[in-house]
C-alpha cells in the first residue's frame, strides 16, 4: 500500500528519452524546494524531443518522489504506451495538458500549478498588473482561461486551445497557472517569473494603494531587452543547468 514499485528505464529508453526525464524530474523537485507542489495535484509535462510522445508524473506520488524512471510515458490523447508500467495518470489533471500540447507543437513543455498567490491574481476580473519587472516578463506573452469545474469536460479542449493562442504564460481563472516552453528550463523559467509577479501583486495590494507601474512601451519591448541579456540564449537555457545542480544538491535521487 504504501510501497512505490521501483522501476530502472536509464540503460532501456533511448538517450533523448532518458534526457528529458531527468529533466523532466529536476522540474518537479524544484517545484517541492520552491515550495510550489500540491500534495499529489498539478502536472509537469514534456514531450519527448523528435516524437509525438509526452511524459508526466504517475498519479498518487508526491513530487519529492518522482524520478526519471517513474514518469509515464503516454501520447497526447492520454493513453499510457508502456504495457508493463505499474502507474497510472489523472486524467482530470491531463485535459489541460493534452490540450496545450496538441495546439503547440513547438513547445516542449507545459507546466501547470496551484499555487496561492496565483489563484488569487487570477481570480482578480483585473488578472495581472503591471507592477514589477517579473510582471513584465508574463505581460509581455499572457492569456487568460475561465474556470470551468475539474477538467474532465472534451469540450473545454478547444476553448483552453482558443484562450492560449500562442502566449506563454496563462492565468486559469479561479484555479491557477499555466506556462509553456521550448525547453523544460523555459517552462520553469516562465513559472519563476509570474509566480514572483503574482506574489509581489498579493503583496502590494496588502500594503499600499500608490503602486507605481511599469509603463506598457517597457512591457512591449522587455522581449529584446531579455535577448540581449541572454546573449541569444533563453532565461531557461541560461539559468537551468544552475537549477538542475540545486536539484542535484538537495535531491541527488531524481535522476535514478
Not at 14 to 30: G, V
Not at 213 to 220: A, G, P, W
Not at 249 to 254: E, T
Amino acid at each position: 500500500m504504501y510501497e512505490i514499485p521501483q522501476v530502472d528505464l536509464r540503460h532501456i529508453v533511448s538517450k533523448t528519452e532518458w534526457q528529458t526525464r531527468i529533466e523532466l524530474a529536476a522540474c518537479y523537485r524544484l517545484m517541492v524546494i520552491h515550495g510550489w507542489d500540491d500534495l499529489i495535484h498539478t502536472h509537469i509535462s514534456a514531450r519527448i524531443p523528435g516524437t509525438d510522445e509526452l511524459l508526466i508524473n504517475a498519479f498518487g506520488l508526491a513530487f519529492e518522489e518522482v524520478t526519471a524512471s517513474n514518469l509515464v510515458k503516454i501520447d497526447v490523447e492520454g493513453n499510457i504506451l508502456d504495457l508493463d508500467c505499474p502507474f497510472e495518470i489523472n486524467p482530470a489533471g491531463f485535459t489541460i495538458h493534452s490540450a496545450v500540447h496538441k495546439a503547440r507543437h513547438d513547445e516542449q513543455c507545459a507546466l501547470h500549478l496551484h499555487h496561492t498567490d496565483a489563484i488569487a491574481v487570477a481570480s482578480c476580473q483585473q488578472g495581472l498588473l503591471p507592477y514589477s519587472q517579473y510582471a513584465a516578463f508574463a505581460l509581455a506573452s499572457i492569456s487568460y482561461h475561465s474556470y470551468e469545474g475539474l477538467a474532465v469536460n472534451h469540450d473545454e479542449i478547444k476553448r483552453l486551445q482558443d484562450d492560449l493562442g500562442d502566449a506563454n504564460f496563462m492565468l486559469l481563472r479561479n484555479h491557477g497557472a499555466l506556462t509553456m516552453g521550448k525547453t523544460i528550463g523555459d517552462a520553469f523559467m516562465h513559472m519563476y517569473d509570474l509566480i514572483r509577479a503574482c506574489e509581489i501583486q498579493v503583496k502590494l495590494l496588502h500594503s499600499t494603494d500608490q503602486i507605481v507601474r511599469v509603463d506598457q512601451s517597457v512591457i512591449e519591448g522587455i522581449k529584446g531587452q531579455a535577448k540581449i541579456v541572454h546573449t541569444g540564449l533563453t532565461g531557461g537555457q541560461k539559468a537551468w543547468p544552475a537549477m538542475m545542480r540545486r536539484v542535484k544538491r538537495q535531491h541527488p535521487d531524481f535522476d535514478h
